[in-house]
């Protein structure tokens, strides 16, 4: 009989599917699921861009020590159309997936999508967005193997996740002041992508867009544990800073309020309350309003 027992279990943990952790279920975030671990999966990812000529890896970020990382890639003859049409969107540009572990030996990749997106900047309908949700439904297949979960329960309504400023100053001091910004706090620039120069390669003309990526590598421990994804859409953290058509200069910034509720998680915790911090020095810094307390004073 005791051999009997032991046989039953044998059978019963082999039939057993692994079950993944910690999947992605957030409104407006498309994912799959690889086999493979998470570096592994970008590898997949990396070769599959770099195999499309339209496309083109702009930055790869890896966080070994937190076992995931990003890729942004795009191509600026589709980006650039878009940012003429709203130069707001030039700060979720280039496009970008996440990858990490699934909980087991595999791992996540996850996107948001393209109707997200066009219906995040006013331009819900866009055909454009048709054409970059196919590329990113093909690329992640690529990568992964396996065809995208979409997560479509929440109403999205224009710019709700991203907000801008006017800045007194002309459209250069301003960037200069984000960088000063990143500077005096002992912060990692990871990225400076100038949208315009971009789209003037391409024969198109738009006026002043950058892009900066700015990270403090302190955070990073303390989001990863909060929610993975938060490396999507909020860190590394995003400026763009544009120059409308009467030369008046602006900087856009994501609304952490919201990419937090939308991953349901409280307003009160210590990695909003840190991140949301981050964010308002720099801003701050742009208004030329400098912000007194140290960089270690901050919420415990």
Known sequence: MKHSVIIFFAVFTVSCDFEPREAPRIAGME?????EDPRSTLDQLQKAVEANPKLKVIKRIDHPELDLG????????????LMMD???IGIDLPQRMLAYPDGGSGSYLVYNSGGFQGTSFGLRGHQTFEKIEDALVKLNAAATGTEPERIRSMHFSDHKGVRKWDSK????STYE??????SEQGYNVLLELDHGE???????????????????????????????TLFLDVWPMKFLAWEDEKGR???AFHRLEFHFERRKINLNSRAFLQTKRMQSYILERVKKNRIDLPKKDLPS
């Open 169 to 172: 100053a002309d459209f250069r």
């Open 86 to 88: 709203n130069q707001m």
């Open 177 to 182: 002041m984000i960088l000063e910004g990143a």
């Open 249 to 251: 200069s602006h900087v």
């Open 31 to 35: 994912y799959s699921r690889s086999t």
């Open 198 to 228: 971009n789209a003037r390669k391409n024969g198109i003309e738009l006026r002043n867009t950058r892009l900066i990526l700015i990270e403090d590598p302190e955070l990073n421990p303390l989001l990863a544990k909060t929610d993975k």
């Open 70 to 81: 990003l890729i942004f890639f795009g191509n600026p003859k589709i980006g650039s159309p």
